[in-house]
C-alpha cells in the first residue's frame, strides 16, 4: 500500500510537469495515469510475462536443408491407405491410437485429445473421461489462418482438426512404406508432427508437400517449413528440388 501511494505522489508529479510543458494532453491525463498504475500494480508485478514463440532463424531452416536428402521427384508407391476398417491396409495403424511409442502413448488418452489439450486454451474436459477428452477450448490463434477458433465437441468438431504437418500419404511415397509397421504407428502420433489447425484448411491440403500447399497465413510459413522439415530430419524423409526451392524462397 505504501507503494502505491508513493507511485501516486510520483505520477502527480510527473503529471504536473507533464501537463506545464505541454507533453501531456490535460484533457486526458488520467490516460496515464491508468497506464502507469496498471503496469506497476502488485498484481502485474506478480504475473509472469510469457514470451512470444521464437521464430525459426533463416540459419536453421538452411542448416535443416542441408541435413535432409533432396531428391528430383518422388517416386509413386503403390499400397498407402490409411483406414483400418476391414478389408483395408491401415499402414499407419488405427487413427490416433494410444498404442505406439510416439511420446504421450499410453497415458490412457488417444492422440488427438492430447494434441487439443496441449495446443488449445481454456480447455475444459469431460470429468468422466479422467481428464482426457476435450469438451470445449479455444484455438488462439488458428496457425493457417490466424483466425480464433472455438472448440466445442459435438458441435464445432470438424472446425479444428489435427493436421499431419509431413502428410502421411507423402511420407509414404518418400519411404515410410519400407519402415516396419510400428515406426510408422509412431510417425502418425508423433507430437512434432501434429498441429491444431483449421478444418477447412487441412482438407484443402490434403496430402500436399510445401510445394504445392503453404498456409494463407503467411506470418506462419517460415514456421510451417520449418517443422516439415524437423520432421523430414528426424525420420531421414527425403525432399524434392521443388520443395528445397519453396523453402529457401519463403524463408
Known amino acids: 500500500m505504501r507503494r502505491l501511494i508513493r507511485l501516486a505522489i510520483a505520477i502527480s508529479a510527473v503529471l504536473g510537469i507533464g501537463v506545464a510543458t505541454g507533453f501531456i494532453d490535460p484533457h486526458h491525463p488520467t490516460d496515464v495515469i491508468g497506464r502507469s498504475l496498471s503496469a506497476l500494480s502488485p498484481a502485474a508485478a506478480d504475473t509472469p510475462h510469457k514470451p512470444a514463440d521464437p521464430q525459426p532463424s533463416t540459419d536453421h531452416t538452411r542448416r535443416l536443408l542441408s541435413d535432409v536428402r533432396v531428391v528430383n521427384t518422388m517416386p509413386e508407391v503403390a499400397g498407402y491407405e490409411r483406414s483400418c476398417r476391414k478389408n483395408k491396409a491401415c499402414v499407419f495403424g488405427p487413427a490416433w491410437t494410444d498404442d505406439s511409442t510416439a511420446p504421450l502413448s499410453h497415458n490412457g488418452c488417444d492422440t488427438r485429445n492430447d494434441v487439443l489439450r496441449q495446443q488449445l486454451t481454456q480447455v475444459v474436459t469431460d470429468p468422466k473421461s479422467r481428464g482426457c ?14 483466425a480464433v477458433i472455438e472448440f466445442r465437441k459435438g458441435s464445432t468438431s470438424g472446425d479444428v482438426e489435427i493436421d499431419h504437418v509431413f502428410p502421411l500419404e507423402q511420407a509414404w511415397h518418400s519411404g515410410a512404406s519400407a519402415w ?42 517460415c514456421d510451417y517449413i520449418t517443422r516439415y522439415l524437423e520432421v523430414a ?12 526451392t519453396t523453402a529457401e524462397r519463403t524463408c
Not at 477428452?133 to 490466424?146: F, K, N
Request: proline letters at 12%.
Open 233 to 244: 530430419a528426424t525420420y531421414q524423409l527425403p525432399i524434392t528440388a521443388a520443395e528445397k
Open 180 to 221: 516396419p509397421a510400428a515406426t510408422r504407428v509412431r510417425f502418425a502420433n508423433d507430437p512434432a508432427n501434429l498441429l491444431a489447425v483449421d478444418g477447412g484448411r487441412n482438407s484443402a491440403k490434403g496430402s500436399k508437400p510445401i510445394s504445392e500447399w503453404l498456409p494463407p497465413n503467411q506470418a506462419y510459413r
Open 133 to 146: 477428452t476435450v469438451i470445449s477450448g479455444v484455438l488462439d490463434p488458428d496457425p493457417y489462418t490466424g
